[in-house]
T-cell receptor
Framework: AQSVTQPDIHITVSEGASLELRCNYSYGATPYLFWYVQSPGQGLQLLLKYFSGDTLVQGIKGFEAEFKRSQSSFNLRKPSVHWSDAAEYFC?????????????FGEGTQLTVNP | DSGVTQTPKHLITATGQRVTLRCSPRSGDLSVYWYQQSLDQGLQFLIQYYNGEERAKGNILERFSAQQFPDLHSELNLSSLELGDSALYFC????????????FGPGTRLTVL
C-alpha cells in the first residue's frame, strides 16, 4: 500500500523568503505525484503534478517540485513567498490500479507567512 | 473554481440520521471520487465511480454508500450517523478512470450533533 509523509506539520517563513516543503512517499511502482493547496474553508487546488519525464515540474503560482526517485521524495519549492501563500499544503501519491485510482495524502503542512 | 460543484455546503444533523451529499463533476469528466477530511484521520479516500460503475474502494464504512447516475452526478449517502462522522466531505472528478489528476470541489461540511 502507498503512503505519504510530510515531516513538517507547521512552517513559518517571512514574506519574500524561499520555501521548501518536504514530501516522502512509499509506493511499490513508479508513482504519480501531486501537490495540492487548501486555503481556509476552501477545497483543494492542484498546484502541480508529476507523471513521468522531466523530474523538475513547474506549477501554478510560481511553485515547482522535484521528483527524486533515489530519495522517494517530491519536495515543493518557491523562491519567494507571498503573504497569499499562507495555507495548508498536501502532497499526494496516486496509485495505478487495474481499473481505477485513488490518491493517498500526507497529513499536510500548514504554512504561515510573516510580513 | 475547479468546475466541480457540491451541495449542500453545510449540513447539521443529529446522531442516527441519514443524509445525502451531492456532487456534479466538471463537464466532460467521467470519474467521480469521494474523500473524507477529518482532524484525526486527515484526508481519506472513500470510493470512486467511473461512468456509473464502481472502480475503487477505500475504507468506506458499511453505513456509507454512493452511486453515480447516468448524467454523471454522484451522491454519497451516510446513514446511522455518529458524532465521529462529522467531517468535510470532498468530491473530485477526472477525465479518465486512472492515471490522471483529480479536481476537487469545495466540499460539504457535515456536523453531527
Amino acid at each position: 500500500a502507498q503512503s505519504v509523509t510530510q515531516p513538517d506539520i507547521h512552517i513559518t517563513v517571512s514574506e519574500g523568503a524561499s520555501l521548501e516543503l518536504r514530501c516522502n512517499y512509499s509506493y511499490g511502482a513508479t508513482p504519480y505525484l501531486f501537490w495540492y493547496v487548501q486555503s481556509p474553508g476552501q477545497g483543494l487546488q492542484l498546484l502541480l503534478k508529476y507523471f513521468s519525464g522531466d523530474t523538475l515540474v513547474q506549477g501554478i503560482k510560481g511553485f515547482e517540485a522535484e521528483f527524486k526517485r533515489s530519495q522517494s521524495s517530491f519536495n515543493l519549492r518557491k523562491p519567494s513567498v507571498h503573504w497569499s501563500d499562507a495555507a495548508e499544503y498536501f502532497c499526494a501519491v496516486g496509485a495505478r490500479e487495474t481499473s481505477g485510482s485513488r490518491l493517498t495524502f500526507g497529513e499536510g503542512t500548514q504554512l504561515t507567512v510573516n510580513p | 473554481d475547479s468546475g466541480v460543484t457540491q451541495t449542500p455546503k453545510h449540513l447539521i444533523t443529529a446522531t442516527g440520521q441519514r443524509v445525502t451529499l451531492r456532487c456534479s463533476p466538471r463537464s466532460g469528466d467521467l470519474s467521480v471520487y469521494w474523500y473524507q477530511q477529518s482532524l484525526d484521520q486527515g484526508l481519506q479516500f472513500l470510493i470512486q465511480y467511473y461512468n456509473g460503475e464502481e472502480r475503487a474502494k477505500g475504507n468506506i464504512l458499511e453505513r456509507f454508500s454512493a452511486q453515480q447516475f447516468p448524467d454523471l452526478h454522484s451522491e454519497l449517502n451516510l446513514s446511522s450517523l455518529e458524532l465521529g462522522d462529522s467531517a468535510l466531505y470532498f468530491c473530485a472528478s477526472s477525465v479518465a478512470s486512472s492515471y490522471n489528476e483529480q479536481f476537487f470541489g469545495p466540499g460539504t461540511r457535515l456536523t453531527v450533533l
